[in-house]
């Protein structure tokens, strides 16, 4: 079996300009095609570190992309049941003997030849896509891209700047599903370790409130609770 998992590109020599870092894992057994493809991908740049069994691989299943070889019914039969329970929202490529019909869904079928220069194109735009979802939290009915400090509005698409702090403040709130309290925001947000006027803060919720409320003035989104604000996304 064969498994490639991507996590990040390093600079090669074809795609320089297109690729920083790369981590390939591959599990293979003797198929000729496949060891040709490795030594192809070594061959641009790509460095990988092959293991014994799909097993070892676990941990590293949230790199998103999996290169599997298929070559007999038992063995499709077990990488679907461990696609299913370890590897949802992956993107997977398939390679399999010619006879073999796969009964996998939404997987990407490989079958030689195989231009590489397209095939890792196809790559770096997986692992661009990854890397742009890293920074968006889904909020309700919209998403927050932390980066660019922007709110995109589902449907409409509609996008909404956000200052610096009131990105800081919304990341912070996203990622403390306990809540938060007034003073941890002023600490953690501004950076202040002693008490400041807290009319400050509320001031700043207020005009991100307007920002992501439907109304400010009766929220349902970022609301104060027990003395605690906290950030409702679903």
């Given at each position: 079996?064969?498994?490639f ?91 399999h ?43 309700k ?13 589902d ?74 604000y ?5």
């Open positions: 079996m064969l498994c998992f991507y996590e990040t590109f390093l600079q090669t020599n074809s795609f320089k300009n297109m690729l920083n870092k790369k981590k390939i894992i591959a599990i293979f057994n003797q198929n000729y095609f496949i060891k040709e493809l490795i030594t192809l991908l070594e061959d641009e740049g790509l460095e990988i570190n092959k293991i014994k069994n799909i097993e070892q691989s676990e941990e590293l299943i949230s790199n998103k992309i999996l290169l599997l070889d298929i070559d007999s019914k038992k063995r499709m039969k077990n990488v679907k049941k461990f696609l299913e329970q370890k590897a949802r929202d992956c993107n997977i490529f398939v390679t003997e010619e006879n073999l019909k796969i009964d996998l869904e939404d997987v990407t079928i490989l079958k030689p030849p195989i231009i590489l220069k397209d095939f890792i194109n196809q790559i770096y735009r997986i692992c661009k896509k990854n890397e742009n979802s890293k920074n968006l939290v889904k909020v009915n919209f998403q927050f891209n932390f980066k660019n400090n922007e709110l995109i509005f449907g409409t698409k509609k996008k909404i700047r956000l200052t610096e702090l009131e990105s800081r403040l919304l990341k912070f709130l996203s990622a403390n599903i306990k809540g938060s309290t007034k003073q941890e925001l002023l600490s953690k947000v501004w950076g202040h370790n002693t008490i400041l006027d807290t009319h400050t803060l509320e001031s700043l919720i207020y005009r991100l409130r307007k920002k992501i409320e439907k109304n400010p003035n009766q929220p349902k989104l970022l609301i104060l609770k027990e003395k605690k906290f950030l409702i996304k679903s």
